[in-house]
């Protein structure tokens, strides 16, 4: 069974930047499209960010648009989620999870998921 293990959270002022990481164990992470997901207390959990498994399309929600990229290196078998300018509502519990299709609204369809990472922007 794939398992994923997101690391690089952390405390970060607002406008500063983290690098978050979700490495892959077990089987070639090349396979799966990879989705970033967070979760704030009392809130839903959203879709951030997604990247296919060649890394030739990728996607993102609105509201992280030109801060966020994602991307990944198939041979470390690792995804990362460059995160910049950062805000306060960036605040959450960042989980990586694998699917076969970048469909960030149909979370159901991503069966592996990591522990989470927690980043909080705060001054």
Known sequence: QLQLVESGGGLVQPGGSLRLSCVASRFALG??????????PGKEREGVS??????????????????FTISRDN???????????????DT???????????????????????QGTQVTVSS
């Not at 296919?52 to 509201?63: A, I, L, M, Q, R």
């Not at 041979?75 to 509502?89: C, G, H, I, R």
Request: with cysteine.
């Open 31 to 40: 396979y799966y499209a990879i989705g970033w997901f967070r979760q704030a």
């Open 92 to 114: 959450a519990t960042y989980y990586c999870a694998a699917s076969y299709q970048c469909r960030l609204a149909t979370q159901y369809e991503f069966d592996y998921w990591g």
């Open 50 to 67: 997604c990247i296919s498994g060649s890394g030739g399309s990728t996607n993102y929600v609105d509201s992280v648009k030109g801060r």
């Open 75 to 89: 041979a470390k078998n690792t995804v990362y989620l460059q995160m910049n300018s950062l805000k306060p509502e």
